[in-house]
């Protein structure tokens, strides 16, 4: 299986700033690399896939980059409501796999 | 609006089967090119890819699961389901349905069911 690294675990950041987190693969996974939110009580939702493509409807302060093994998440101005955990997710293998989540707190 | 709808026993005792039912509405499995799968999460942890199945059938399971997990599908009552036999504590989770993005497996979750919980308890 291919297992997925993320980094930080938890963050805590301010409205408005710039947050970003990243994913590694065990392998090569090209491009199948997917980020997820989860916000509390709810299923996740997708926001980005293919490692950079923005899912529709999904606002365009997020974004995703990488290929290969290392992949970024990034918040370009953090609003209240991205309070969620966010999980990347490789779909090149099966069987999938996610990271183990990464927690973003509004301070 | 494609939605889905988890259903099924939020208990089950232990070493017996665990049976969900994902009913799909707002469009049809039997017409449609995608695949569709379960997801689980147990309490306080992170998402666990259990398996998913196409119209036709053709499946595909997570191999941590594998000799324990069926997943069927009905076109007729627009549903899928999924049973998971000689369940343990370990089984306790959040259970998923969803579909992917297009015609394979290997694809991203694009619609979500709500998810229901599923306790493993005596």
Redesign the interface.
């Known amino acids: ?1 291919i297992q997925m690294t993320q980094s930080p675990s938890s963050l805590s950041a301010s409205v408005g700033d710039r947050v970003t987190i990243t994913c590694q693969a065990s392998q090569d996974i090209r491009n ?1 690399l ?1 980020w ?1 939110q989860q916000k509390s009580g ?5 926001l980005i ?1 293919d490692a950079s493509n923005l ?1 529709i409807g999904v606002p365009s302060r997020f974004s995703g980059s990488g290929s290969g093994t290392d992949f970024t998440f990034t918040i370009s101005r953090l609003q209240p409501e991205d309070t969620a955990i966010y ?1 990347c ?1 490789q ?11 990464t927690r973003l707190e509004i301070k | 609006q494609l939605q889905l709808q988890e259903s099924g026993p939020g208990l089950v005792k232990p070493s017996e089967t665990l049976s969900l039912t994902c009913h799909v509405s707002g469009g049809s499995i039997s017409s449609s090119h995608y695949y569709w799968g379960w997801i689980r999460q147990p309490p306080g942890e992170g998402l666990e890819w259990i398996g998913s199945i196409y119209n036709t059938g053709n499946t595909h399971y997570n191999p941590s699961l594998k000799s324990r997990v069926t997943i069927s599908v009905d076109t007729f009552k627009n549903q899928f389901s999924l049973r998971l036999n000689s369940v343990t504590a370990a089984d306790t989770a959040l259970y998923y349905c969803a579909r992917h993005q297009d015609v394979v497996a290997t694809t991203p979750f694009d619609y979500w069911g709500q998810g229901t919980l599923v306790t493993v308890s005596s």
Request: no cysteine.
């Open positions: 299986d199948y997917n997820y709810k299923a996740p939702k997708l896939y899912e999980y997710q779909n090149n293998n099966l069987p999938i796999t996610f990271g183990q989540g």
